[in-house]
């Protein structure tokens, strides 16, 4: 038996890319998979390499930025299996600009896909979730969330997919579930687009390593099983050869305390101790000394 065998994912966006690949590996672990894409031409052609492979899968082609297509797509998993175990929140949309060039329109649709196309999925799913008191959230976040020029409006919104991680994570743990997020890498048409932006403005392209999308499924896989059990709250970073677990949001210590605060004595603060702590822009990696 696989890792995944009896249980019933949903995966959002999983017509190309990073989601297709994820539904065929999780089906090959066993999982029922629920193949969820507004191209129906690609759902359905996931849903076919599945079956072919011996595993067992259903297309959906619901519109999961709107309410009434995220129920749409929960409901049917539960029509086809039983149940929900696991669900991917992969769908997503990019568009690279400058602040000063963004247009409203691709501000709207990032926001709309990308965060409206998480949280509503989720609230259903929740709700299923919830009355089994049990099941496995994986939202696909991306490092980007941590500051990238000419990628800031697709930055807030995986930034607003990790704060959304953190408190559905804390909300829901008692109902024994689990969110969690995977900050991928690969070589996707998200990547492309951005890399053609890159390219057009002589920016170069970007400076990750090109890995397929396959190499980014073993995390998901992990958290979808039984063998995560423990982790909650947690964002999980592959690049490449490179994986690790990104940082929460933190305050910096030491916490300076004062019976009142003025603005002089904030400048003196930065003058005499804060300026050369400030953090640098950007990821940073940060050691934590594990105690044992």
Not at 106 to 135: L, W, Y
Not at 194 to 219: C, I, K, L, Q, W
């Amino acid at each position: 038996m696989g890792a995944l065998s009896g249980k019933a994912v949903v995966i959002t966006g999983a017509g190309q890319g990073i989601g297709a690949a994820t539904a065929r590996n999780v089906a090959k672990r066993g999982a029922q998979v629920v193949v969820n894409d507004i191209s129906q031409k690609h759902a359905d052609s996931v849903v076919a390499e599945i079956k072919a492979a011996g595993g067992e899968a259903v297309a959906d082609y619901s519109n999961i930025a709107t309410w009434a297509g995220a129920e749409q797509l929960i409901n049917q998993c539960v029509k086809s299996f039983g149940k929900i175990d696991g669900l991917v929140t992969n769908a997503g949309v990019i568009t690279p600009d400058r602040i000063d060039e963004a247009k409203e329109s691709d501000i709207r649709r990032m926001v709309e896909v990308n965060i409206f196309g998480t949280a509503f999925p989720v609230s259903h799913a929740a709700k299923q979730m919830i009355k089994q008191r049990s099941g496995s959230i994986v939202c696909v976040g991306s490092g980007s969330s941590m500051g990238s020029p000419t990628l800031s409006t697709y930055a807030a919104t995986k930034g607003a997919v990790a704060s959304y991680v953190y408190s559905w994570a804390a909300e829901l743990a008692e109902f024994g579930i689990r969110v969690n997020s995977l900050l991928p890498n690969a070589a996707t048409s998200m990547r492309t687009i951005n890399d053609a932006y890159r390219n057009s403005h002589n920016m170069g392209a970007h400076f990750t390593p090109v890995v397929p999308p396959e190499a980014n499924t073993p995390v998901v896989e992990y958290l979808l099983s039984d063998e995560s059990k423990g982790v909650n709250g947690q964002q999980l970073k592959i690049t490449g050869n490179d994986f690790c677990l990104a940082t929460h949001p933190a305050n910096l210590h030491p916490v300076v305390k004062r019976d009142q605060w003025t603005m002089e004595a904030i400048a003196e603060l930065f003058r005499t101790d804060l300026a050369k702590r400030q953090l640098p822009l950007g990821p940073a990696t940060i050691k934590v000394e594990v105690i044992s």
